[in-house]
Structures are given as C-alpha cells and as structure tokens.
C-alpha cells in the first residue's frame, strides 16, 4: 500500500501505450509524446493550453474537422480563432494580437496541398510568445519533422501513414517543453480520450514499415501527379513535387520527399462524379495514408463542414478530387485513374 509500481490504472497509463509514445515521440525528434483515441482528441487537447479570450492563428485551408472543432466548439468557450493564409509569413505577423497563444498550421494542406514556411512562421509567432503547433499528418516524421525547423508541438493522426493499414483510429502529441508536456498529459488522463492498447499495438506495428511504405507511397505519389499533369481532361493537378507548384521550391527544402497525396481538378461535380464511380482499384473513402490507393471529394466529404463561400475560395471545388495513392503497382493506379478520367464527356 502506498507504493507506486509503474501502471495504477489503464487511462493513466498503459505500457503498449507507453511504448508507442516514446517511439514517436522518437521519430519526430521530441522529448514527450502522448497517444489520444483520433487525431481530433489529440488537436482538442493541445488546444487546452489556450485559454478562453486567448487568440489563435490557424491556417485558412485546414482539414474540416479541425476547422469544425475550433469553429464551432472551441469559440462557444471564448477562444477566438483568425483563419489566415499561413503560406506567407506577413499574414501570420499582420493576424498576430496581443492576445495570440497559438499558431496552427497544417503543412502540405489539406486538401489543396499548399506549403507553410515553418521556420519562417515560427521565428514571427515566437517573437510574439505564441506557441507554433503543426499538423504533420500528411507526411510523417518520415518526410518531415516539424520540430527541426522551430514549431513547438506536432500533432498527427496517427489513422493515417502511421499506421499505414486503415485499421486502427488514433492520434497523438509530441513536444519538448516540459511544462506543456505535464498539461497534456494531466489533460489525457483526465479527459479519458486515451488510444486504446490494441490500437496502440497496431501503430507500433505501422511504425516497423514507415520507411518503406513512405518511399513508396512518395516514389508513385509522384508518378501519378505526373501522369494526371499530362492528362487533358486534368484541369489544375496540386502536388508539391511537381515543379508547376509554386512552392516546389520550399517543399524540397522543408520535406524529404513530397508524398503520396494528390488532387486535382475536373472542372464539375459532374465531371468528378463519373470519376469516382468508374475507378475499380481506387477505392472511395474518406481516410488517407493506407496501403491502398483511397480517393475522395472533399467538398461533400473532408470539408463538407466548411461554408461554401469559404471552400470555393481555397479551391475546394466540386469538381475537386483528392487521392491518397497507396503501394499497390504504380501502373495500376495510373490504368484505372486513365479509365475513369476517359469517361468525362
């Protein structure tokens, strides 16, 4: 009685959980990481460490749930929130108050895939004492560590490529500040939203092929980007590593390869539609980051929370169509997205 042997309680602690925790915390490059049950428990809770009548910089084309979460929640409990173009470094300086706590970016965005300077941001919200937290989803501390470059928190979705098999549901937070560090895990225990044991067995297991899979996820990422800029039924394609991206530039300097999430735009709903319902390999689904090549659009499904007026402005179009192009044979993907942009009048 009275004395603590390592693990009282399993949302408390967990030694799956545990093991997984420090592993990304590892790759990213961090001190402390802490596993939530979805992406969106893991961004609620780095959100506690703001206040209410405290400010927030977010970028503009972030994902729909998190623009749901601090839109419609969060604000009801007095947090006030700016949605800026976060790719130029003067917008954030020009949003920043007196009262800014936080900037948050997403880098690549989803799902038009614009590119965030992340030094850049993080020297201006720094000199203001706000925190700069990054949703680095997208590419994994595989192809990005946000932490080298100055942000102070990186959240993932850990259903996505760390995972890499569309099996489990998680998220995690990885920082370095201490103090930061006890809050977020005084918030995980206290709210419960903890990644359950299994689900944390099955990232750990997700992890051992983060390398491979990412390379090849990056290697026919861009395979596919390239066919889709040659097709003429392709109106705008939008990938980093394409050299058409104005911010090619900036993604190779930041990013060690430019993954395997692409969109591109057909011109309608209609022309998107014939699209999503000819492919055969591709597989219509809301998630991203599996082995499998998953397509969707966005408009009705990721950003369906987001006004229209506010989608058509960030080029969420209704004929866009966003793919996570998974690790099956690159000219598979490539025969069935053909096919099925052939069948638009």
């Not at 003067?90 to 706590?101: D, M, P, Q, Y």
């Not at 980093?240 to 430019?258: E, I, M, N, Y």
């Not at 022309?271 to 082995?291: F, I, Y």
Request: aromatic share 8%; with cysteine; glycine share 8%.
């Amino acid at each position: 009685m009275g004395r603590h042997k390592g693990f009282e309680y399993a949302r408390t602690q967990n030694p799956t959980r545990a093991a997984l925790e420090k592993n990304i915390a590892a790759l990213e490059g961090g001190r402390f990481g802490y596993a939530f049950a979805s992406g969106m428990s893991a961004i609620d809770a780095t959100l506690r460490l703001v206040k209410g009548g405290e400010h927030v910089i977010v970028s503009d084309n972030t994902y729909g749930g998190t623009f749901r979460l601090f839109s419609r929640v969060l604000a009801q409990y007095g947090v006030e929130f700016d949605f800026v173009d976060t790719t130029d470094a003067s917008n954030v300086e020009a949003a920043l108050k007196e009262n800014t706590r936080m900037v948050f970016v997403e880098t690549p965005t989803n799902p038009v895939m614009m590119v965030t300077d992340l030094q850049a941001v993080s020297d201006v919200a720094h000199r203001a004492g706000a925190r700069v937290v990054c949703d680095n989803t997208f590419l994994s501390p595989y192809l990005q560590r946000p932490l080298e470059f100055g942000v102070d928190i990186v959240v993932h979705s850990t259903t996505k490529y760390l995972n890499g098999h569309s099996d489990s549901i998680g998220g995690i937070v990885v920082l370095n500040d201490e103090k930061d560090a006890e809050w977020i895990q005084f918030i995980q225990n206290s709210v419960g939203a903890i990644l359950s044991p299994f689900d944390s067995w099955l990232v750990l297991r997700g992890t051992k092929t983060l390398a491979l899979r990412m390379e090849q996820h990056d290697a026919s990422g861009r395979k596919v980007a390239a066919f889709l800029e040659e097709h003429p039924k392709v109106q705008i394609v939008y990938y980093p590593g394409s050299v058409s991206h104005r911010q090619h530039d900036l993604a190779k300097r930041q990013q060690r390869g430019f993954g395997g999430m692409v969109a591109f735009e057909t011109g309608s709903l209609e022309n998107a539609r014939t699209v999503l319902e000819s492919v055969r390999l591709c597989t219509l689904a809301e998630s991203l980051g599996g082995v499998e090549t998953l397509i969707s659009h966005p408009a009705t499904m990721t950003h369906a929370s987001v006004l229209p007026e506010t989608r058509t402005r960030l080029g969420i179009t209704d004929g866009l169509v966003r793919i996570s192009v998974g690790v099956e044979d690159v000219e598979d993907i490539i025969a069935d997205l053909d096919q099925a942009l052939d069948k638009i009048p």
